[in-house]
């Protein structure tokens, strides 16, 4: 199994700023996913983010309004830029496990746009 | 295309009922399946999963390749199973797993 560590938890933050949200693995993973769970749905996949290249970004998110570091194999960011309400939603961060297909999720950060 | 279905958004059972949370899957090539549920306040966490065929809380769920299903049943429902329940396929191509729309479960005393 796979700890991870996201922060922050929650954070309230004004129209047109930024978030970046952290997420820290206790063990060496090659694939992080990050995530968008809106209120009462499912979980919208970002991006994968591997160590050492660009990230991969599905359909409708683009790399200047999410972008993502991944310095290492433990730790990545996400950070959601020049915020509106509409933004506002849960953001997850996955790992891979040991087989490769079953996940490990972060707490969660939910962000209120205002 | 890939995809999973959970008909139900909310399912709602009496304490002691069977459950049955149903998921229907599309993909074309070797499906690999998972339940994750969400209990309140806590992180989404692996449930169980089909390769492993194991019960977990009382929980089993089968791989109908015939019908294309991955149905989550417990024969008896207890009040700590109400939670949100997701099925999950795994594409082994890009290690993605495409999420079902989940099921909120509640279980009435």
């Known amino acids: 199994s796979a700890v991870i560590s996201q922060k922050p938890s929650r954070d309230i933050c004004q129209r047109g700023t930024s978030l970046t949200i952290q997420c820290q693995v206790d063990s060496q993973v090659t694939m992080m996913f990050w995530y968008r769970q809106q209120p009462g749905q499912s979980l919208t996949l970002i991006a994968t983010?591997?160590?050492?290249?660009?990230?991969?970004?599905e359909s409708g998110f683009v790399i200047d309004k999410f972008p993502i570091s991944r310095p290492n194999l433990t730790f990545s960011t996400l950070t959601v830029s020049n915020l509106s309400p509409e933004d506002s939603s849960i953001y997850l961060c996955?790992?891979?496990?040991?087989?490769?297909?079953?996940?490990?999720f972060g707490q969660g950060t939910r962000l209120t746009v205002v | 295309a890939q995809r999973v279905t959970q008909p139900e958004k909310l399912l709602s059972v009496f304490k002691g009922a069977p459950v049955e949370l149903k998921c229907n899957y599309s993909y074309s090539g070797s499906p690999e399946l998972f339940w994750y549920v969400q209990y309140s306040r806590q992180r989404l966490q692996l449930l169980l999963r089909?390769?492993?065929?194991?019960s977990i809380k009382g929980f089993t769920a089968d791989l109908n390749k015939g019908e294309t299903s991955f149905h989550l049943k417990k024969p008896f429902a207890q009040e700590e199973d109400s939670a949100m329940y997701y099925c999950?396929?795994?594409?082994?191509?890009?290690?993605?797993?495409?999420w079902g729309a989940g099921t909120k479960l509640i279980i009435k005393p």
């Open positions: 983010a591997n160590q050492g290249s660009e990230a991969t970004y």
């Open positions: 999950a396929l795994s594409v082994r191509s890009n290690y993605q797993l495409i």
């Open positions: 996955s790992v891979e496990g040991s087989s490769g297909t079953e996940a490990f």
């Open positions: 089909h390769i492993s065929r194991e």
